[in-house]
């Protein structure tokens, strides 16, 4: 069973970012701002992922936020207690605001022409702002409004509020939310709330009136209104949250931990009776610090950071407001050909699909290797579905079935093979076992039964010796006799194959066989002074103390050594009186001096030999050569 979805982002790579404490997009410039404290700077990106530049040297760089016209981006650097401005045109830095001697700015918000910062260390925390509207900017500290923070106030503020400045005391079970008034440029609390405190992450809502928190708890997101901070709506999840962002037509989008690796990223229709579209686009915990989400200046893509074991992953989902479909398709293991079989299946999504959706259906075979089109399916109850189909093929066969997606579902396409049946043919090789004398030309035939469509044949020959690769030597059509025939100079042993590809009713098959080729061997004597026959053999004759030279000729291999036997002839028997093995030269000759008798009288042969194996190696099959005889007088 093979189960296939469609592809939950569009963009998926590797980002060089170690942890996103913030992520910021900028719609004017098409870019991705991701602040990176570990690595005392901030990444660039295009919307694929894409890093098209690097902001150094901003030591624990923290907090972003970019100004409503997206032309300047501030940075809150901890390290340096200072916020620092970029021009978002050029990306090079255009103001600085020192903070103050230990502040360590780490939160920011633009709202009302000022930027508000949260700053300090655990309770010795504060909030302050940098008033962008005066000639001089000026930085103004202890402005919590009679609050004692326990950390950093997260901050927030929308345009469409304006007036209003969102702090959440994140740091401590206790922590409030707090709803600050700002209209008069001293921050007033209009109203506070213990909503649990620990608070992840928060995002406002379009018009700024509601804002959406990531915990407390472990299992939904909470909507507060910012007049009362009274509970609006909860977005349910499966796992702790970890961060949220909204887009503009109201959109909430979450991601969680998902320790069970169930989906980490959500996303909440207006519509609070629908079910959250769930994606899992990563198979390790998401990142559990910062900000790491959002959705892109028109809303039509979402971006997120995810965390694996080798580096951080950037994903852009095309279609985040579209429920994922997942499709399984079960086709049986085997078939038999020209038989009905049955292929089942499910389509599943976080909104079901209705009855009688519609599925397209292709089968991919032998005979239509490009896909053959079944017509449409329809989905059947619960999700499932099937179908039958009889297999004019055999061999692998793929049911492809494709659910093409709607408005508010992903399309998706799975498939799975069958294995279906096909008959076996009759394959036959020649000359199988036989031996053949050195440089014979062998004529080979492979003998192809009854197939269907295939009448081609390959034939393979593979010397022996690792110097000389298998290769193929013929290939073809079977004659009307259904034989392929090649001619081989058989200069060492070889092993043939011959090999049938099958077609759509036959399957493939392949058959050895292997011929043995003798070497090519002489010995010549030298050193004699004439010939003569005794009995019926010719002799050459020596003097009793001349040196008898035998010069052996055969085929060269490389390392390869001839043998000599020398025997002598006595009582009517010839006696063995010294077998040796002497190197071949790159020329294929062996001189060997056999040394001379001392006495008339003594009849002896010689012979040189290839022996398998003991020769050196094994190319070739065992040769002896022919007899020489010689006879020494006085």
């Known amino acids: 069973m093979l189960s296939t979805t469609a592809a939950s982002a569009d963009t998926s790579r590797p980002i060089a970012v170690s942890d996103a404490d913030d992520t910021v997009v900028d719609g004017l410039h098409q870019r991705l701002y991701f602040s990176d404290r570990y690595q005392n700077r901030i990444v660039v990106t295009d919307y694929t992922g894409k890093v098209t530049a690097t902001l150094s040297g901003l030591p624990q760089v923290r907090d972003l936020e970019l100004s409503p016209d997206s032309k300047t981006l501030y940075a809150a650097v901890q390290g340096a207690d200072e916020i620092v401005a970029f021009d978002t045109a050029t990306l090079t830095p255009s103001a600085e605001y020192a903070t103050g001697e230990k502040t360590i700015p780490s939160r920011l918000a633009y709202a009302g022409g000022k930027l508000w910062f949260g700053y300090g260390d655990q309770w010795d925390s504060g909030l302050g702002v940098v008033d962008l509207t005066a000639q001089s900017p000026t930085v103004t500290l202890d402005l919590a409004g009679g609050h004692d923070f326990a950390t950093p106030p997260e901050l927030y503020a929308d345009p469409d509020n304006p007036g209003t400045l969102l702090a959440l005391d994140s740091g401590i079970s206790s922590g409030p939310i707090i709803v600050y008034d700002i209209s008069t440029g001293t921050p007033a609390i209009r109203v506070s709330a213990d909503k649990g405190g620990f608070y992840k992450d928060a995002a406002l809502t379009p018009d700024g009136q509601n804002v959406v928190v990531a915990g407390p708890g472990n299992r939904a997101l909470t909507e507060y209104r910012l007049s009362d901070l009274k509970q609006v709506r909860t977005y349910p999840v499966a796992s702790e949250p970890e961060t949220v962002s909204i887009a503009e037509d109201g959109t909430v989008a979450a991601t969680v931990l998902d320790t069970d690796n169930l989906g980490d990223t959500y996303v909440f229709s207006a519509d609070p009776t629908r079910p959250p579209g769930i994606r899992n686009l990563s198979s390790s915990w998401m990142p559990w610090f910062g900000h790491s989400m959002n959705w892109s200046h028109d809303g039509t893509q979402l971006f997120v950071l995810t965390e694996s074991d080798d580096a951080t992953r950037f994903h852009a989902v095309d279609a985040p407001r579209k429920y994922v479909t997942t499709l399984t398709v079960d086709a049986p293991a085997t078939a038999t050909r020209a038989r009905p079989l049955t292929v089942k299946g499910a389509l599943a999504s976080g909104l079901a699909l209705p009855a009688g959706t519609p599925l397209t259906v292709t089968r991919t075979d032998l005979e239509s290797p490009n896909g053959k089109p079944l017509g449409t399916k329809s989905l059947g109850s619960g999700g499932k579905f099937s179908f039958t189909d009889t297999p004019p093929a055999g061999g692998a ?156 000729s055969m085929s060269y291999y490389k390392g390869r050594k001839q043998r000599v036997q020398l025997q002598v002839y006595s009582d009517g028997r010839w006696y063995d009186t010294a077998t040796e093995y002497f190197a071949l030269k790159t020329n294929g000759k062996s001189i060997v001096n056999l040394g001379h008798a001392g006495q008339s009288g003594i009849r002896a042969r010689v012979r040189s030999s290839y022996i398998n194996s003991s020769s050196g190696d094994t190319v070739n099959s065992t040769t002896h050569g022919a007899w020489k005889y010689f006879y020494f007088s006085r």
């Open 397 to 552: 066969v793929t049911y492809t079935v494709t659910y093409a997606g709607d408005a508010s579902h992903t399309a998706v396409t799975a498939s799975d093979k069958t294995t279906v049946s096909r008959a076996t043919p009759s394959l036959t090789l020649n000359n199988n076992g036989k031996l053949y004398a050195y440089g014979a030309d062998v004529a080979f035939a492979a003998h192809l039964g009854t197939t269907y469509s295939n009448r081609s044949v390959e034939i393979w020959a593979d010397p022996f010796g690792a110097d000389k690769p298998k290769k193929l030597v013929k290939t073809g059509r079977v004659n009307s006799h259904g034989n392929l025939w090649v001619t081989l100079d058989m200069s060492r042993d070889t092993t043939l194959t011959a090999v049938f590809k099958g077609d759509a009713r036959y399957a493939p098959k392949s058959v050895k066989a292997t011929a043995y080729a003798r070497v090519k061997v002489s010995t010549t004597l030298s050193g004699h002074y004439r010939t003569g026959r005794i009995g019926n053999t010719t002799y050459q004759y020596f003097h009793k103390n001349t040196d008898v030279i035998a010069t052996t």
